[in-house]
């Protein structure tokens, strides 16, 4: 079991920004694909985005061109930058680690960081 302690969840205004950050052991910061998925109250699981080994990224067409994702090989992490938060974007937010080789499977997820979003 990998341990992932995901941190920079919070209440911003419509406009507003956060960064979420995700710790992780180094081994999986460099050797997986990650990403980060996120579930609102009745909703279903949406993937946001993800980051290849090869630093090739994949974003929800929701939140393409207001988040940012990258990874910190000096403090292994995994971060996204969010820009221009709507009261859409709240959700509980989820680091992924993926299975090795692809980015189709998840092997394991964190517990989340709740961001709220006001209009």
């Known amino acids: 079991q990998v341990q992932l302690v995901e941190s920079g969840g919070g209440s911003v205004q419509a406009g507003g920004s956060l960064t979420l950050s995700c710790a992780a052991p180094?081994?999986?910061?460099?050797?997986?694909?990650m990403g980060w998925f996120r579930q609102a109250l009745g909703k279903e699981r949406e993937g946001v985005a993800i980051?290849?080994?090869?630093?090739?990224?994949q974003y929800l067409d929701a939140v393409k061109g207001r988040f940012t994702i990258s990874r910190d090989n000096t403090k292994n992490t995994l971060d996204l930058q969010m820009n221009s938060l709507k009261p859409d974007d709240t959700a509980m937010y989820h680091c992924a680690i993926y299975a090795l080789g692809g980015c189709d499977t998840i092997a394991w997820g964190g517990q989340g960081t709740q961001v709220t979003v006001s209009s």
């Open positions: 980051l290849t080994i090869g630093n090739t990224t």
């Open positions: 180094e081994y999986v910061v460099r050797s997986r694909c």
